[in-house]
């Protein structure tokens, strides 16, 4: 197969790129250019494969005018339409970027919102607490806390996917884990210091049991039973 690369949101050949025009139907069609010879690609078509007109209408399901208005310049196919006709001749659409790499489209397997919509692609998707319940839950920031968040993190490349999510919340527990341990080690290690009693060795203190909503928090919620985030005027669980 013969290729035709494009830049994103372009078509045409290695040497005439044009504009797609807004996606309006569930067809693009392809917006008649000067910087795309759509009647000449059409005919180069015909020529590479040997077709007539009537020939080339019948292997893309269209009428033989259909061809002919296309020849003539008189109308474009869409942009699939476009592509099967370039396939008949062993040519293909393709998308590159500025590079001339292939760009990768957006995950399918990221999270939706509670109707099974999408969040917005030109949003970032980010897990918060509930403002009432701290249950995690994902949000879209707007563009002001968007660019602010990119502006401190850099732009994702995509949405993150569910299992992207979990990983990062088992990454923070495991920093809390270790954060409250070391903690409960030093508080131990001070006070057999001040009372005189011997070093309470390699204890780490007691395991950690926070429900994740306690990891968006600057300290336990009050239902949690570990509590072992400090709170305001000293330690939870000391």
């Keep these: 197969m013969r290729e035709l690369s494009v830049p994103p949101g372009t078509l045409g050949n290695m040497t005439h790129p044009v504009v797609i025009p807004p996606l309006a139907t569930s067809h693009v069609a392809l917006e008649a250019s ?32 259909t061809v002919a208005r296309w020849e003539r310049g008189h109308s474009v196919p869409d942009v699939l339409l476009f592509a099967r006709v370039l396939a008949v001749a062993d040519l293909v659409l393709s998308v590159v970027d500025a590079a001339g790499q292939p760009p990768t489209p957006m995950t399918d397997a990221a999270p939706v919102d509670g109707q099974f919509r999408r969040f917005p692609a030109h949003l970032d998707l980010v897990e918060e ?31 993150p996917t569910l299992e992207d999510f979990l990983a990062e919340r088992r990454r923070r527990r495991e920093v809390r884990v270790t954060q409250a341990r070391e903690r409960a080690l030093d508080r131990a290690h001070a006070r057999a210091h001040r009372e005189g009693w011997s070093s309470p060795g390699d204890w780490g203190g007691p395991p950690c049991s926070c429900p994740v909503a306690c990891e968006e928090q600057p300290s336990c919620l009050p239902s949690c039973a570990c509590s072992c985030e400090p709170t305001v005027g000293g330690w939870a669980g000391g």
């Design 129 to 159: 607490p509930h403002p009432l319940t701290y249950e995690p839950r994902f949000t879209s920031p707007r563009r002001p806390r968007r660019d602010a968040r990119r502006a401190r993190l850099g732009r994702p490349a995509d949405h």
């Design 34 to 65: 000067p910087s795309l010879d759509v009647p000449g690609l059409i005919r180069r078509v015909r020529r590479d494969a040997d077709l007539s007109q009537r020939e080339l209408a019948a292997a893309v399901s269209v009428d033989q005018s």
